[in-house]
């Protein structure tokens, strides 16, 4: 059976998925990025280089004749993997020829049909009406994708639940010490999108109430004057420090060295990598409801926390705070457990073949009861 993967690029989050597939189907695995140059978010706070050294990673961009082959196989492989990153072009010559293929979707509208009917009938008729009734799955990213895809009418059973894979710390210790003052951190683009100010809202909640506390941000974007202010207005410059961008495993360093992770991302989070990150690090970690990983990976006030707003959160913050350390313990080590055995890359690559090559053979499809690979749960607004 031969396999072709198109994607923008080669991510941390999908590579041990790649590499999998190639260490099954080996020369029959092909894969292509398709982007002519890595993203800034990337380039600056992931890994890139290092990855492209893999045998079986190919630009289109380096040779015409990569640039062919990808056509061809894309057209006559038995199975593709479509990532994200303007590969549509790529899906269209799939579809043309109807061949099997499964498209890593996160959430299609980031905001409601409604709010701009024209842009999304334009969207839907191009990208999605065509192929209802063609051999196309979608690996639903995030509890926003499989609802946003049914009420435009894909079939139920095409729908598969997905996610991304962040790479296991094997080094990790159960009952990792805790600090005083209290260390929060923040990871992401400073971007209204992402809401970085809700971190310097709780950090200020937890001060005022009592609490010793300090705040990091780790990262790069148009607000970091506007936060750097902010701290400035509340008093807490000496309390939140800004250590700029820097390399996911680098990051994942920091992780270890600080106690909560505050998630506050809007809806228009189609994921969020970095919540897999620090559960995987067992940060306690406090996730808005409203991106598009808290509420797959978190179970609420089991392995991390869930908050509906700014209030809650403060709210959540103080509290767990105020409840020792020992319940943290079992927070901790229940998040990263959890990461380790529902969401690790192997297993759901080994899932994926299984699905892959059960459709292949046009074999009735029979998906996991729950987990990666189970049919895409169907989510109502957080």
């Known amino acids: 059976m031969t396999v072709v993967f198109v994607s923008a690029g080669i991510y941390h989050h999908i590579s041990e998925i790649t590499d999998a597939l190639y260490e099954r189907y080996g020369s029959d695995f092909h894969f292509y990025a398709i982007a002519d140059e890595v993203p800034e978010s990337i380039r600056i706070m992931g890994h890139c280089d290092d990855l492209t050294q893999r ?10 004749l990569y640039m062919k082959e990808a056509v061809y196989w894309c057209e006559n ?8 990153g303007h590969c549509e072009k790529y899906l269209d010559m799939r ?18 049909i409604s709010d701009n009917p024209q842009y999304y009938e334009e969207i839907i008729s191009r990208y999605y009406k065509p192929y209802i009734d063609s051999k196309l799955y979608y690996l639903c990213v995030g509890h926003y994708c499989a609802s946003d895809l049914l009420s435009i009418s894909i079939r139920r059973e095409h729908l598969i639940k997905w996610g991304y894979f962040v790479y296991h710390d094997d080094d990790f210790v ?28 709780i950090l200020q909640y937890l001060v005022e109430n009592g609490v010793c506390a300090t705040l990091t941000y780790i990262g790069y974007g148009e607000m970091a004057s506007k936060l750097q202010q902010t701290a400035e207005l509340y008093n807490l410059s000496k309390q939140v420090s800004f250590m700029g961008s820097m390399p996911e495993w680098i990051v994942r360093n920091e992780m270890k060295n600080h106690d909560y992770f505050l998630f506050t991302s809007s809806f228009w989070e189609g994921w969020g990598v970095v919540l897999s990150e620090a559960m995987e690090e067992g940060m306690i970690c406090f996730a808005s409801a409203e991106a598009g990983s808290s509420c797959e990976l978190i179970q609420h006030n089991k392995n991390g926390f869930i908050f509906h707003d700014t209030n809650e959160a403060k709210q959540l913050c103080f509290a767990i705070a105020q409840g020792g350390f020992e319940k943290w313990g079992a927070i901790s080590n229940q998040a ?47």
């Open 55 to 64: 045998d079986y990673y190919k630009n289109i961009h380096e040779s015409s």
């Open 95 to 112: 579809m043309k020829k109807n061949r099997l293929t499964f498209k890593i979707k996160e959430r299609p509208f980031k905001k409601r």
């Open 77 to 84: 492989a038995d199975v593709g993997i479509i990532g994200c």
């Open 336 to 382: 990263h457990e959890d990461m380790q055995k529902h969401w690790d890359a192997k297993l759901a690559t080994n899932r994926l073949m299984r699905v892959m090559e059960t459709l292949h053979h046009d074999k009735k499809l029979e998906l996991f009861s729950d987990g990666v690979c189970s049919e895409a749960e169907i989510w109502e607004d957080a």
């Open 174 to 201: 159960h009952g990792k010490s805790w600090h005083e003052p209290i260390r929060l951190l923040w990871v992401g683009r400073f971007i209204e999108e992402k809401r970085p100010q809700v971190a310097l809202d």
